[in-house]
């Protein structure tokens, strides 16, 4: 028999993902024991499955083969889930976004887990008819899973949903006495002091462009879009200051050297002790070992308002940070309950953080219901006003279980659920600005903004206000060498735009000699979101 008695611990992500737990609540609908399977040998074979992802605006699938990697991102959440299981299981994990999912692969595996967001939908229920085929149990988790359990019910056997921290450890002591059932449910958040550090020897390296760690989960704002409350709670759960540096003591240790993603819902949902406890013990650490990580996350545009804090976050590494602005309309902010965006210049607010010595990357919307047909040219004027060189604009749409589904589905005015791509030009719900006007409204904002002169003019627009402290250059490696050729290459001699290419790299060579790497850098960014939205 399997011992369960060892602690068992974590999971959650972004574009990394989630699964996490609590106190157990089996669905009364589904109260019975699913399929019987006894699991309890001390070798259980356990294949993890992370579905592919489609082309999306974070999958940089058009530019990752130029600097040799495969994905942008490991699989956090199932790679924790993983460090989770008994140590005397065999593991193996395909990232589909790395890696091909073979017949053997599942005829080999006594069970399989897969996790999942909304996006990777079309790629899981492939997954899952291709390991039905081979009869192997399937244990679902997720994001995915947890806001739309009820689409894959009849199709996987267990569903164990939220976070899993307490869930997960009840599933496998019933599962090796063969009283598992279908669905494990959660009625509160957990505990994070409870995760576990992922299990990142189950991957290589070398494929992934970043790596990722979760400081705290929650966010205390309550965005009617952002289903983020439902997954994590409006209470910032945060971990100790020791468990942030053992995670970082496990990527040096493992080898790495580069990005990290905080894959937080709000770095500094949880300010005071973000502030007094987990940036000074970051700082400390990347001190001594001469500074081996340099971050970026997620944040609300209320870190421009606090200088003490943004001081840390420069000082830990913290070289970029995401912000929602979602629209320069305040109608609209007040319509999705926004309040942090509202009466404040939110350009201004964004060159604070510039100057500071972040790159401002941004999130906005198009098709609240009072959105008019000016708003298009809005976001256009502001996008390119405040420098925010990688602009995530997309068409509202209503994630499952969110208010604003619920307020649609109230309204009779949902169509069908969303497909979670932040790239699709489709709509879930009927809008009230004419539905043709709306579409093209967005296609135009993402030909102007992504067109080469308009993205090039943004660069520029974002590196006069660029203030980065001096941090020693990295380690000099065929990785720089690939992007510098594959930058003039492509942007400087095959595709449309390459005059502004030049006039930029001119300018930073004479004017801003320290930006060069980073023009280097967005320019094949630029490549990725130029073949996204116009077609190159």
Not at 68 to 84: E, I, Q, S
Not at 253 to 277: L, M, S
Not at 351 to 368: C, H, R, S, Y
Not at 468 to 497: D, T, V
Request: proline content about 5%.
């Amino acid at each position: 028999m399997v011992n369960l008695k060892e602690k068992i611990k974590d999971d959650k992500v972004m574009n990394c993902e989630t699964a996490n737990s609590v106190k157990i609540k089996v669905n009364s609908r589904f109260s019975g024991i699913s399929d019987g399977y006894i699991l309890n040998k001390e070798n259980l074979k356990v294949l993890l499955v992370y579905p592919q992802y489609p082309n999306t605006f974070w999958s940089f699938k058009n530019i990752l083969r130029l600097i040799g990697k495969k994905a942008a991102y490991p699989p956090f959440g199932l790679l924790t889930v993983a460090a989770m299981l008994p140590e005397t299981w065999e593991k193996k994990l395909i990232d589909m976004n790395v890696d091909r999912l073979k017949d053997e692969d599942i005829n080999e595996a006594d069970i399989v887990f897969i996790s999942a967001m909304i996006v990777q939908k079309e790629s899981a229920k492939e997954v899952i008819k291709k390991v039905n085929s081979f009869k192997k149990p399937i244990v679902a988790g997720g994001p995915l899973f947890t806001t739309g359990w009820e689409e894959f019910v009849n199709d996987v056997n267990y569903l164990v949903l939220g976070e899993a921290e307490e869930n997960l450890e009840v599933f496998l002591t019933d599962l090796s006495l063969g009283k598992a059932k279908k669905v494990y449910e959660v009625n509160k958040f957990p505990d994070i002091k409870k995760a576990v550090i992922p299990q990142w020897d189950l991957i290589n390296k070398k494929n992934y462009n970043s790596m990722c760690i979760q400081i705290s989960r929650g966010c205390p704002f309550n965005c009617e879009f952002c289903d983020i409350v439902r997954l994590n709670g409006r209470k910032p759960r945060i971990k100790t200051k020791e468990q942030v540096i053992n995670e970082l003591e496990a990527l040096y240790k493992w080898g790495w050297r580069g990005g990290i993603f905080f894959v937080d819902d709000n770095f500094i949902g949880n300010k005071q002790k973000i502030e007094d406890e987990i940036l000074p013990a970051i700082i400390e650490w990347q001190k001594k070992r001469h500074q081996p990580f340099l971050f970026n996350t997620q944040v609300s545009i209320d870190l421009a308002d606090k200088p003490e804090l943004i001081n840390l976050m420069v000082q830990a590494g913290v070289t970029t940070v995401f912000v929602g602005i979602e629209s320069p309309d305040s109608e609209s902010l007040e319509e999705c309950n926004k309040i942090q965006n509202e009466n404040r210049d939110l350009v201004l607010s964004v060159k604070k953080l510039q100057n500071a010595g972040f790159e401002v990357q941004g999130g906005f919307i198009v098709g609240f219901d009072n959105d008019k047909p000016s708003i298009f040219q809005k976001q256009i004027d502001f996008i390119q006003k405040s420098g925010i060189v990688t602009a995530m604009v997309g068409v509202l749409n209503a994630l499952p279980k969110t208010k604003l589904y619920q307020r649609l589905k109230n309204d009779g005015r949902l169509l069908n659920e969303s497909s979670g791509s932040n790239t699709a030009v489709e709509l879930n719900f009927k809008p009230k600005m004419d539905k043709d006007v709306l579409l093209k409204g967005y296609e135009n904002i993402m030909k102007t903004i992504y067109s080469p002169k308009e993205y090039y003019k943004r660069v520029k627009t974002f590196l006069k206000e660029y203030k980065p402290p001096f941090r020693k250059p990295p380690k000099f490696g065929i990785y720089h060498i690939k992007a510098l050729f594959s930058s003039m290459w492509l942007s400087g001699i095959r595709y449309k735009g390459k005059r502004y290419y030049w006039a930029l790299l001119l300018w930073s060579l004479f004017r801003r000699p320290s930006a060069f790497p980073y023009v280097i850098g967005s320019s094949i960014v630029g490549i990725h979101f130029n073949k996204l939205y116009c077609k190159a």
